[in-house]
């Protein structure tokens, strides 16, 4: 009787760690990976030329004659979308895009993606497949260098 007691509390006891340890290493609501995470094939992104366009969905001002828009087009024989910043650039604008499978209630950043080739060129991400994958969702983000200011594109798409 006395060892059934035992093994009663010490299970109890594990479940109630496992569940506090649980609850403190919960999700946090994003993911960073480096530019490097995402580009050159890695995790299904696909490299493009930082003048490339294609369909606009979402657009954000980001002020300074800059903005910054989630795109997407037929990249490597399939439906991709990446964010893009234009205008009046300066070298280290940056750029990412950002993608969730719940809704925005968590994602993975892939970026930033820095202007690096002078005054008033664009720069993009890398692109993502859109299509045939069940809730993937979008967004593009910039920070201007000279306002030290980050916007995003929304609601989600």
Known sequence: MENRVWHSLAASAAALSLGFGLSIVGPTNSAQATAADCSGGAAGFVDISDDRSGTVVRSRDMGAGRTVTLEYGTVAGAQRGWAKISGTTVNNDLVWMDW??????????????????????????????????????????????????????????
């Open 100 to 157: 969730t499978t719940d809704g925005g209630s968590s994602w993975l950043q892939c970026g930033p993606f820095a202007v690096n080739r002078g005054p008033g060129t664009s720069k993009t991400s890398a692109a993502k497949t859109t299509m045939n994958v069940s809730g993937y969702q979008f967004r593009a983000c910039g920070y201007l260098k000279n306002a030290g200011q980050t916007k995003c594109t929304s609601p989600w798409w």
